[in-house]
């Protein structure tokens, strides 16, 4: 462990025209730890997480990655600086297999990666793309067609195409919507199985999903920072209540 955090956000704001859709967001994440935020549709988290990754740099504050100013740095440079991410569109290749899908996101990394040669059955890509496959728990399916695979799957093909780069840094955008009840346990045991090592931050605005995975959990709300806490205290915390019950009814 380091006592550099892994993310450093200070003051960060994001505006869009007249829209300021994140104000002055601030927290920290530990290096290795597991941080959700929530918060109900609107709330901002999308375009914080977004201003993380470079695809919509801040417009105020900065952004600091395992210790690195990444505030005016392009979202593909992050990427080599340890930024793994999954999108809540699918970006897969439904005419390839699982296995291709891997071996191409194993290569995304790589010199000469827009290379079209055929790998070789030894190929070191390949053998990490199967490596790959096995701890998103997909090895059974490595030559299905992913237009084949069920929404579990390819959510789970997801979060194997964010590891592919080996990142130190894993985010997550909302991996569980529009799994069933019995698709969930499967991803979240996946999630449960990543390495200690490996830092995470859940986008998620489903508290069932997020707070048995959370170390830490910020709560947003019109997009700024209402509550960061632990996910015990969350669970019973009446501000955080009320945003949910003022969106719905219900606490989804």
Do not use: W
């Amino acid at each position: 462990m380091t006592a550099t955090p892994a993310i450093e956000l200070r003051n960060v704001g994001r505006r869009f025209g007249a829209l300021q859709a994140v104000r002055d967001v601030t927290f920290d994440v530990a290096v290795g730890e597991r941080h959700a935020v929530l918060g109900p549709n609107g709330a901002g988290k999308t375009t914080l997480f977004n201003a993380i990754c470079g695809d919509f740099p801040p417009t105020s504050g900065s952004i600091r990655v395992f210790g690195r100013d990444v505030s005016d740095m392009p979202a593909h440079r992050r990427a080599r600086h340890g930024i793994g991410r999954t999108y809540q569109q699918s970006l897969l290749f439904n005419g390839l297999s699982v296995l291709d899908n891997l071996f191409v996101a194993v290569r995304g990394v790589k010199p000469n990666r827009f290379s079209f040669l055929v790998p070789r059955r030894d190929d070191g890509h390949l053998a990490k793309a199967r490596e790959t496959a096995d701890r998103v728990r997909l090895s059974h399916a490595l030559d299905v067609p992913v237009g084949d695979l069920s929404h579990g799957q390819r959510r789970q093909l997801e979060v194997g195409m964010a590891l592919a780069s080996d990142p130190r840094l894993l985010m997550l955008d909302e991996p569980a919507a529009g799994l069933s009840p019995v698709e969930r346990p499967e991803l979240s045991k996946l999630l449960r199985e990543l390495p200690k090592n490996l830092t995470i931050l859940l986008i998620e605005h489903d508290m069932d999903v997020a707070l048995p995975f959370a170390d830490r959990v910020t709560v947003m709300k019109d997009g700024a920072v209402v509550v960061s806490d632990t996910p015990d205290r969350i669970q019973n915390d009446p501000v955080v209540h009320e945003i949910y019950l003022g969106h719905g009814g219900h606490k989804h």
